[in-house]
T-cell receptor
Framework: AQKVTQAQTEISVVEKEDVTLDCVYETRDTTYYLFWYKQPPSGELVFLIRRNSFDEQNEISGRYSWNFQKSTSSFNFTITASQVVDSAVYFCALSESTDSWGKLQFGAGTQVVVTP | GAVVSQHPSWVICKSGTSVKIECRSLDFQATTMFWYRQFPKQSLMLMATSNEGSKATYEQGVEKDKFLINHASLTLSTLTVTSAHPEDSSFYIC?????????????FGPGTRLLVL
């Protein structure tokens, strides 16, 4: 069963618009990690954030912000004032305590296209 | 700088040949490495977990005799695609779990694109 759901296949925005990527996860573990990665056309994964299940504080890093809500099992990601360089595929991933911490279960990814 | 490297970055081979992909952790020791596969326009799927000095643990549906994994040292894991066929064409990505202080951090390699003709 899919443990990480990214329902949005592709989002197209015009530069400077905000874009929010949804991520819903499923786990029975009380201890787990959630991640967001960016994959530009080159293919190399770029780490964006890791959040553990006990830390529900929202986080902001520059134009990026994350909203973690355990009540709805969601970990959404917002890019504020998008730029063309933000065009990439973004993956949400889950790592559960019952597995090795390095075993990531990825969502299907959301393609973000930012046009000038 | 990069923490995990992969070699080669891309490879084209004929059907039936074997291809070896190396994953190295640079300047750090990694007791555990992981191998993922990504088909075009799809997500990353974990293939196997590689532990130094022991046999790899394969995910369900991954043929261990076809995808040979060797983790002979704390800085090197290799994935050999044996008797490769066109359906094995994919983007193979490794990652290393590295202990830094008291925290484990995962680093991904840049990936290897395999095209089997």
């Amino acid at each position: 069963a899919q443990k990480v759901t990214q329902a949005q296949t592709e989002i197209s925005v015009v530069e400077k618009e905000d874009v929010t990527l949804d991520c819903v996860y499923e786990t029975r573990d009380t201890t787990y990690y959630l991640f967001w990665y960016k994959q530009p056309p080159s293919g190399e994964l770029v780490f964006l954030i890791r959040r553990n299940s006990f830390d529900e504080q929202n986080e902001i890093s520059g134009r990026y912000s994350w909203n973690f809500q355990k009540s709805t099992s969601s970990f959404n990601f917002t890019i504020t004032a998008s730029q063309v360089v933000d065009s990439a595929v973004y993956f949400c991933a889950l790592s559960e305590s019952t597995d090795s911490w390095g075993k990531l279960q990825f969502g299907a990814g959301t393609q973000v296209v930012v046009t000038p | 700088g990069a923490v995990v490297s992969q070699h080669p970055s891309w490879v084209i081979c004929k059907s039936g040949t074997s291809v070896k992909i190396e994953c190295r952790s640079l300047d750090f020791q990694a007791t555990t490495m992981f191998w993922y596969r990504q088909f075009p326009k799809q997500s990353l799927m974990l293939m196997a977990t590689s532990n130094e000095g022991s046999k790899a643990t394969y995910e369900q549906g991954v043929e261990k005799d076809k995808f040979l994994i060797n983790h002979a040292s704390l800085t090197l894991s290799t994935l050999t695609v044996t008797s490769a066929h066109p359906e094995d064409s994919s983007f193979y990505i490794c990652s290393a779990l590295i202990l830094q202080g008291t925290q484990e951090t995962q680093y991904f390699g840049p990936g290897t694109r395999l095209l089997v003709l």
